[in-house]
């Protein structure tokens, strides 16, 4: 009996060698092959780059052909590719964006301008038109049509229909007088700002304008200098609905009609 039992412990003690000696071979073949497998794996990522630069920038897989423009109606459409001036023919991924996209910037006609790719043969161009605010005159005698922002954008002959002329008097409009205009007509609720016309700025970039009130009547609201906008708004918005033909809120705290 006592011989079997040793019998056994040796069996089992070689079994359990043995299984030790398959378990480090087989880790052992794990970490030869490891090199291998990362090495097939980073030569089929450069292959696959490789490829993808071929068709991006050599072949004619992916050939720039076409531009879409969003942002703009279809007439104005045709202006935004007439300055984009995108090179068709050629690989996508070779046409420079950037360099498209700074070419719309210059005309200064649109605030934003994004450039992209659109697989797999356009050209994407998405614009944000810039909106007119106020127009001045400048010494030429033509009209300036400037945005929110106070860039002038385009020249006319004269003012557009619902977009207010700032003057000062015999002076040139100031680059602080437009400025001046521009907070006080941005401080205005939008309906009231719609019927906004004759804006003036004096030499100290005091500003004053004239609003439609009841009716087809218009009252001149003396605005004065940058400061308390809102409450000033609030002031003009209240006293239209007062008698006098002039809303004088230059000094928000003593407002006074007449």
């Known amino acids: 009996m006592m011989l079997e039992h040793g019998n056994a412990r040796r069996r089992v003690a070689g079994t359990g060698l043995a299984s030790s000696r398959t378990r480090f071979e087989r880790r052992a073949a794990a970490a030869r092959r490891r090199p291998r497998l990362v090495a097939g794996i980073l030569a089929a990522l450069v292959l696959g780059a490789g490829l993808l630069v071929w068709v991006g920038w050599f072949s004619s897989a992916l050939t720039a052909s076409r531009v ?3 942002g703009v109606s279809a007439a104005a459409s045709a202006q935004v590719r007439a300055v984009a001036r995108v090179p068709l023919g050629g690989p996508l991924m070779r046409v ?6 700074q070419r719309l910037l210059a005309g200064k006609a649109w605030s934003s301008v994004t450039v992209g790719r659109g ?5 994407v161009i998405t614009v944000t038109p810039r909106v007119a605010v106020l127009a001045v005159r400048n010494p030429r005698g033509e009209v300036d049509v400037v945005d929110r922002d106070g860039v002038a954008f385009r020249t006319v002959g004269s003012a557009p229909d619902g977009v207010p002329l700032v003057s000062s008097g015999s002076a040139q409009v100031t680059k602080a007088g437009v400025e001046a205009a521009l907070g006080a007509l ?12 004759g804006v003036s700025v004096s030499t100290a970039d005091q500003v004053s304008f004239t609003v439609k009130a009841k009716g087809e009547n218009r009252k001149t609201v003396v605005w004065g200098g940058a400061a308390d906008g809102k409450r000033k708004a609030d002031l003009v918005k209240i006293l239209l609905r007062e008698p ?6 230059s000094v928000p705290s003593s407002p006074v009609t007449r």
């Open 68 to 70: 879409e423009v969003h």
């Open 119 to 123: 697989l797999p043969d356009s050209v």
């Open 186 to 197: 941005g401080s205005l609720d939008p309906s009231l700002r719609a019927d906004v016309s």
């Open 244 to 249: 006098g033909s002039t809303i004088d809120v």
């Open 96 to 101: 420079d964006t950037d360099a498209v996209a």
